[in-house]
């Protein structure tokens, strides 16, 4: 069955670094863009990145310009999220999600805490 | 950036009503518009895509409609299961590809 899954997750101090990963496997990870979106405790989900399905496109929201790296390994059937300069405000879980497909189905993972506190 | 405003913020109703949620653009999004349940703990769920088509595997009873700027979610008879925190997104002009501030439906 398909299956995203999150990984690194973790609490860190502000200023330090973190990457995350979201294997998967279950469906043609190759063909789908891919995004993240947080959430942080209580509050609404937050779309933070998306690469399209060969790394030829990537945007992020302007809250982690320049700060957060999107990258995938088709190889690997993974993506990642390296998040530097961390600050409290990105303290969320973290979801991986696929694209909406043209059969109206999308994939998410369960997610993964990331705490920035001192 | 597109702000989603989400109409009512929570919503009492009792199983076996009928729910209509709304969602606003503050430009058009023509029909780029989707519609998530959450519940706590998980991950959204994806029900409506492209501002009117059901998500696979939804129920019958989820209907979206609307273009624009002005979009309903409905929820034709409330099952127990319906209870649930619902999200709008837009996905016609982005980035960011922005979510509403959500609305709680909870067992009147």
């Known amino acids: 069955q398909v299956q995203l899954v999150e990984s690194g997750g973790a609490v860190v101090q502000p200023g330090t670094s973190l990457r995350l990963s979201c294997a998967a496997s279950?469906?043609?990870?190759?063909?789908?863009?891919m995004h993240w979106v947080r959430q942080s405790p209580g509050k609404g989900p937050e779309w933070v990145a998306v690469?399209?399905?060969?790394?030829?496109?990537?945007n992020y929201a302007a809250s982690v310009k320049g700060r957060f790296t999107i990258s995938r390994d088709n190889s690997k059937n993974t993506l990642y999220l390296q998040m530097n300069s961390l600050r409290a405000e990105d303290t969320a879980v973290y979801f991986c999600?696929?694209?909406?497909?043209?059969?109206?189905?999308?994939?998410w993972g369960q997610g993964t805490l990331v705490i920035v506190s001192s | 950036e597109i702000v989603l405003t989400q109409s009512p913020a929570t919503l009492s109703l009792s199983p076996g009503e009928r729910a209509t949620l709304s969602c606003r653009a503050s430009q058009s999004v023509i029909t780029s518009l989707a519609w998530y349940q959450q519940k706590p703990g998980q991950a959204p769920r994806l029900l409506i895509y492209d501002a009117s088509n059901r998500a696979t595997g939804i129920p019958a009873r989820f209907s979206g409609s609307g273009s624009g700027t002005d979009f309903t979610l409905t929820i034709s008879s409330l099952e127990p299961e319906d209870f649930a925190v619902y999200y709008c997104q837009q996905r016609s002009n982005w980035p960011p590809y922005t979510f509403g501030q959500g609305t709680k439906l909870e067992i009147k």
């Open positions: 279950g469906f043609n990870f190759r063909t789908y863009g």
């Open positions: 690469i399209w399905y060969d790394g030829s496109n990537i």
């Open positions: 999600a696929s694209q909406i497909d043209y059969g109206g189905t999308d994939y």
